[in-house]
């Protein structure tokens, strides 16, 4: 059976537009457990048909109501990180649930030197440091990964900073479309407070982002999502 709505306990806030004739998602009103990044794929229907209750609110009003009704969660401590991976091994949650084989390759220098053996790509962030398992005598970060050639590329610290990216499978809230440069403030990360950047239109499906200042450890696969004060511009997959 259809249903007209669908309500969730994300904190972030949707609002009808009517000068643009858009819904807008806009963040939450408590800004520290705001979710408007991760919603940002939401299309113009989705928004139409999502409620959002705890939007409005602060967590511990939220805490309060729930202790008020001797919920069973009431007390329950925040979630840190993804919720269905309970002890952090990311790369055990996709070896054993997921069945993605984890091969081991090369650890290559900026130069494509291979300097050492990785055991599998899912065992490496961009901007990783600690458990390398690789003594080079200088400290090294893992700074980008090339899944077609199962490799992991080493670099140092200043490698890490870029000021630009290209992202791609874009969905605008906001407005319908970009025609032209437009300022914006961007999250490259969930956790991440947003920075000043303009937005290039490469064609209907990618925008370049200009950072004014450069950003570590920007990683193919995130998303980049874009802000207009509180309101969701949009965003995309880096690639």
């Keep these: 059976m259809e249903k007209d709505y669908i309500a969730t306990g ?48 602060r ?12 919920l069973v969660n009431a007390r329950k401590p925040d979630s840190q ?25 090369k650890f290559i220098d900026t130069h494509g030197n291979a300097v050492g053996q990785h055991k599998g790509i899912i065992h490496y962030t961009v901007g990783q440091r600690k458990g390398l398992g690789i003594a080079l ?5 893992v700074i980008n990964k090339n899944k077609d050639a199962n ?13 630009r990216l290209l992202a791609e499978d874009i969905n605008f809230v906001a407005v319908k479309s970009l025609t032209s440069t437009m300022k914006a403030a961007v999250k490259t990360r969930y956790s991440q407070k ?21 950003q ?11 802000y207009d004060g509180d309101v969701v511009i949009g965003g995309g997959t880096i690639v």
């Design 10 to 57: 994300h904190y972030a806030q949707i609002e009808f537009d009517k000068g643009s004739g858009r819904y807008l998602l806009k963040k939450a009103a408590d800004e520290s457990k705001d979710q408007s990044y991760v919603l940002y794929v939401l299309s113009q229907h989705d928004l139409s048909r999502t409620l959002l209750p705890l939007g409005a609110m």
């Design 59 to 70: 967590k511990t009003e939220v805490r309060k109501i729930a202790e008020e009704r001797d």
């Design 81 to 105: 990180d993804i919720c269905f991976v309970q002890d952090g091994d990311y790369a055990g949650f996709l070896e054993n649930k997921m069945g993605v084989k984890s091969k081991k390759g």
């Design 137 to 141: 005598g200088h400290p090294v970060y």
């Design 151 to 163: 490799t992991v590329i080493l670099g140092s610290d200043e490698d890490l900073y870029t000021d």
């Design 194 to 214: 947003e920075t000043e950047a303009l937005l290039h239109p490469v064609d209907d499906d990618k925008i370049l982002v200009e950072f004014k200042d450069k």
């Design 216 to 226: 570590r450890a920007i990683t193919a696969g995130q998303s980049a999502v874009f």
